[in-house]
Structures are given as C-alpha cells and as structure tokens.
C-alpha cells in the first residue's frame, strides 16, 4: 500500500443511506408543481362549471334560499371557502423546501389543492334531498 491510496473505501456524497430523506435539489419540479397547480385547476374548474351549471335554472344549492334571495351570497360563501383553501394548499408547495423526497408530498399537496377547487362546481349542481317534498308543501305521512 501507498500512502495515496487508503485502504479504507470511502462512500460518495450523493449515495442516498436507508432511511434519511434525499436532500437533493429538485428545483424543476418546486417550481412546475405550483405553477402547473395554478395554471390547470382554475380553467378546469370553469370547464366543468360550464359543463354542470348549464340551464335556465339556478343551481341545486339555491333552493333552500330562493325564497329569501340568498342565492348570491351562498355562492359567493362556497366559491370564497373553496378559493381560501386552494391557496393556502397552493402557498404551502411554495412554502416546501426543494428537497427530491419531498416530490411526492408536493405532488398530493397540488391534486388535493385541485380538487378543491375542483369540488365549487360539483357542490353547486349537487342535487340536494328532501327540499322539493318541502316547497310543495306536502309531507311524507307514513300509514
């Protein structure tokens, strides 16, 4: 043996060991994450509101409240909650560092920020039970 060469092997830098979390960068996929999040989920929410929402009538969660003229503020209410929580998901991808172990948690992070933003339309034009038996003012009398 030489002094320039050791006999101990040494482990390179990058070789992940079992159970730490990789600490590379993954700067591409920090930033096409919450851009990509941003991008898609507002059109496709529209897309599908237009798809749900077409007709003359008012969407099903306006029933209870047509008679008090509430629809306005009720849809508003809904399109506020859901817009709350899509961007504090949104500002929580920014908020992760760029660490590659941490690609799958930003990657359900955005689908859970999409969907809920998905979910206004989908609420919406969900039918809702029982209020068509109430403003027909009959009740359901068992015998």
Same mark, same amino acid.
């Given at each position: ?11 390179? +830098?990058?070789? #992940?060991? +079992?159970?730490?979390?990789? %600490? ?9 994450? /919450? ?6 989920? +507002? ?5 599908? !509101? ?8 008012? /969407?099903?969660? &306006?029933?209870?409240? *047509?008679? *008090?003229? !509430? &629809?306005?503020?009720?849809?508003? !209410? ?16 920014? *908020?992760? /560092? ?7 948690? %930003? ?5 859970? #920020?999409? =969907? #809920?933003?998905?979910? =206004? ?15 027909? !003012?009959?009740?359901?009398? +068992?015998?």
């Amino acid at each position: 043996m030489s002094i320039d060469q050791p006999d101990v092997v040494t482990e390179s +830098p990058t070789a #992940a060991e +079992p159970g730490k979390p990789r %600490r590379e960068r993954d700067i591409v996929g920090w930033l096409l994450t /919450p851009i990509a999040t941003f991008v898609l989920a +507002p059109p496709l929410t529209m897309i599908l !509101g237009f798809v749900l929402l077409t007709g003359d009538s008012a /969407p099903a969660i &306006c029933h209870d409240v *047509a008679t *008090a003229n !509430g &629809c306005e503020e009720l849809t508003l !209410g809904l399109i506020g909650e859901h817009a709350v929580i899509f961007l504090v998901l949104w500002l929580a991808l920014w *908020a992760m /560092p760029w660490w590659r172990s941490l690609r799958t948690a %930003r990657i359900v992070i955005a689908v859970i #920020a999409a =969907v #809920a933003l998905l979910a =206004v339309p989908i609420r919406m034009a969900a039918a809702d039970t029982g209020a068509d038996d109430q403003q027909s !003012g009959t009740t359901y009398q +068992p015998n």
